[in-house]
């Protein structure tokens, strides 16, 4: 089970910190990344982090967005700084063991958090 918090309104400019709390399966086997699916748009991976602690990003929020995870907390985070409205979007984290050639595609996730809302306006 993945459950996702922290979304919010921010004015442009502004910062978020969204959280990913996992339970029920062995957090270090996994790989969590962040998607989000924009009004009428189709869901994108955003961050990623694997369970050896490799990382990345989609290039629209690279330099503004940092993806983390605490083990004993079983919590992954995205900091999103210097928010733009074009990252208004219901944010999901996902977790999967698969392998694959990019985490940030979305067919490689097996479990699924419930989303939260993130909107950038002023």
């Known amino acids: 089970q993945l459950q996702a918090s922290g979304g919010g309104l921010a004015q442009p400019g502004g910062s978020l910190r969204l959280s990913c709390v996992v339970s029920?399966?062995?957090?270090?086997?996994?790989?969590v990344g962040w998607f989000r699916q924009g009004p009428e748009k189709e869901r994108e991976g955003v961050a990623y982090i694997t369970r050896r602690g490799d990382i990345d990003y989609r290039d629209s929020v690279k330099g503004r967005f940092t993806i983390s995870r605490d083990g004993a907390a079983n919590t992954v985070f995205l900091q999103m700084n210097n928010l733009r409205p074009d990252d208004t979007a219901v944010y999901y984290c996902?977790?999967?063991?698969?392998?694959?050639?990019?985490?940030?595609?979305?067919?490689?996730?097996?479990?699924w958090g419930q989303g939260t809302l993130v909107t950038v306006s002023s």
């Open positions: 029920g399966f062995t957090f270090d086997e996994y790989t």
């Open positions: 996902a977790a999967t063991r698969r392998g694959g050639s990019t985490y940030l595609s979305a067919l490689l996730y097996t479990s």
